[in-house]
RNA sequence: GGGUUCGUAGCUCAGCCAGGUAGAGUACCGGACUUUUAAUCCGGCUGUCCGGGGUCCGAAUCCCCGCGAACCCGCCA
């Protein structure tokens, strides 16, 4: 290489974009004193880890204009006023009644929140929160109430001709053109989008409209044919998207935000108005794909299957979901659980790096992975390194010893020469892990078929280990049990791993009662003779 | 019709976004654990990095053109 490689900040992608967008706010010279990142927080469904994506990865954006010198702050702007336009899978039908209401005024099926759309951001919030991601709060409903976006929609409707052309030549959507970027509350019925705005009143910034009805992906909403007028600057009512994230831009300063690839074409056009109507120069931005369930299992419908964060702190770290979300922007397709496992032991091998434990030939890589430590850190490394135990081992061990599994799992990792001594980290893991084994290596209930030769043979064993003495060398003694009644000691075996793990293989049988305790062994036998 | 992503070992995939010896898990083969089975540890094997062009001293990585797959948009938010 004949020059050196510049590295910005850190080296990760991260430091790179905010990079890029000090040199685009420098060049368009607008006032860097505080740089204001934005999140949009779905509130109509449950939120699904890849929600948490958009607000971590601002907030890592935050993060790296401060360690550039810059003050910074992150808005999580909760999308609470938008409404019920389908009942999400797993949700009652009760909830029918409420389609095309706001979800901030839906009762909260879960009865624990004061409202639908309240009871879904907050598990987004809890969330951010077991991250350690610091927000700043907004909700949809306090920002039409309060009237913060009264200046841009005042603009945005006496520029409803040019942006509904717009529209439909950016986007091919023709609807605004006749209809004006506005949806009311029905005063009557109570729901958005049913009601129609026809006419602005400029001076008097109001909006007249009809609730004609609408239709909803296939499904047709019924209007209440209600004729009202709503005042744009406190009565509920909210801009559609296309023109919405434009009138926030402009109204909270907002200088970055990230967006899903599903919302594309209304980021497009919320530049230009953002550019065109209300003259404020549009947010960086960057596209991520959207995280997709794992395709083949879908098909469960089991609710453990659904990936929202507070499921995977139940096996993983908080570090772990940091790790997946900042290791990289584009190209993320499908998370599930089973990433967890590899992104544990991708933590520890970055602290590794960190630490100086392990040394990677190529110096850039080896500043990249400190730098992506640190983001996943928070950009506040600990001092020292942690205990730590590959997780796919513990996750067999905890396969394996399914009760009194702290101390039993702890035993052996002493005994394998993994660790020296247990640890509240390591007691950490091995709770994580377990939860992991039980719930995904599920032991399949054997059918156990045995014959005459067999049962003897067992309740020789079950005796055997019954007895006041601790058996010499039990490893033995059950191959020669096998042995004298003429069975194949690999079928013994398997026997006596599916009545003791219900698994086909399993550790060392010998030593392994002993851990689990023979006396409970012999029960376990006894109750298949 | 418009757009995005993906294609790497038998299988599942990482590596690509800031170019520098092609990797992991799994499977398979062998060894250790003085008797079979598992785990663990050690060793071994596996490649048209989808095809073609370009840039470069150097390309799995960047650019262009194809082929194949998935997804998003073309209702709405």
């Known amino acids: ?122 598990l987004l919030l809890d969330g951010l929160d077991k991250l350690g991601i610091k927000y700043k709060f907004q909700r949809g409903v306090d920002t039409y109430k309060n009237g913060l976006l009264k200046e841009q929609i005042h603009m945005i409707l006496t520029n409803s001709k040019k942006i509904g052309k717009k529209i439909a030549e950016m986007v091919g ?49 019924e209007g209440c044919g209600h004729e009202g007028i709503a005042d744009i600057t406190k009565d509920i009512g909210k801009l559609p998207w296309k023109v919405e994230f434009a009138a926030r831009w402009h109204a909270f300063d907002i200088r970055f935000e990230a ?17 065109e109507i209300l003259k404020f120069p549009a947010p960086t931005h960057v596209k991520y794909e959207m995280f997709l369930d794992k395709g083949g299992k879908k098909i469960s419908k089991s609710l453990g299957n659904v990936v929202t964060s507070q499921a995977w702190l139940r096996y993983g770290t908080p570090k772990s979901i940091l790790l997946l979300l900042y290791k990289r922007i584009t190209g993320t397709r499908e998370v599930g659980f089973d990433d967890i496992p590899a992104l544990m032991d991708e933590y520890n091998e970055l602290e590794n790096i960190y630490f100086g434990k392990i040394k990677l030939e190529n110096e850039n890589k080896t500043i990249r992975s400190k730098g992506l430590y640190e983001y996943v850190n928070l950009l506040t490394p600990p001092k020292s390194q942690r205990p730590y135990v590959n997780y796919r081992l513990l996750v067999q061990l905890c396969k394996i010893f399914r009760e009194d599994r702290i101390p039993l799992v702890t035993k052996k990792l002493i005994e394998y020469g993994t660790i020296k001594e247990s640890s509240p980290e390591i007691e950490e893991l091995i709770t994580l892990a377990g939860n992991y084994a039980d719930d995904f290596d599920k032991p399949t209930k054997v059918e156990i078929q045995v014959e005459d030769k067999v049962k003897n043979a067992l309740s020789e064993l079950a005796s055997l280990l019954s007895s006041e003495q601790e058996p010499e060398d039990l490893q033995n003694s059950i191959y020669q049990i096998a042995k004298n009644r003429d069975i194949q000691p690999k079928d013994f075996f398997k026997i006596l791993y599916q009545i003791i793990l219900a698994a086909e293989r399993g550790p060392k049988l010998g030593p392994f009662i002993l851990d689990i305790g023979r006396k409970k062994v012999a029960l376990l036998i006894s109750e298949h003779l």
């Open 259 to 275: 967006y899903g690839k599903d919302i594309m074409d209304s980021v497009k056009v919320n530049d230009w108005v953002a550019e």
């Open 1 to 122: 290489m004949e020059e050196e490689q510049q590295i910005i900040g850190k080296g990760t992608w991260i430091d790179k974009l905010a990079f890029e967008l000090l040199e685009r706010e420098k060049s368009i010279g607008r006032d860097t004193k505080l740089i204001r990142v934005e999140s949009g927080l779905g509130a109509s469904g449950i939120p699904h880890i890849g929600s948490l994506g958009d607000a971590v990865r601002a907030y890592g954006v935050k993060l790296a204009l401060e360690n550039f010198g810059y003050k910074s702050e992150l808005i999580a702007y909760s999308d609470d006023l938008d409404g019920l336009r389908k009942i999400p899978e797993g949700l009652p039908d009760s909830l029918k009644e409420h389609i095309g209401k706001p979800v901030s005024f839906i009762p909260d099926p879960f009865g624990c929140h004061d409202s639908y759309g309240l009871h879904m951001s907050s």
């Open 173 to 221: 959507q023709e609807k605004y053109q006749e209809a004006l970027p506005y949806f009311p509350l029905c005063a009557n019925c109570g729901r958005l989008y049913t009601a129609i705005s026809y006419e602005y009143l400029p001076d008097e910034r109001k909006i007249k409209y009809k609730c004609v009805g609408t239709t909803i992906g296939s499904k047709t909403l």
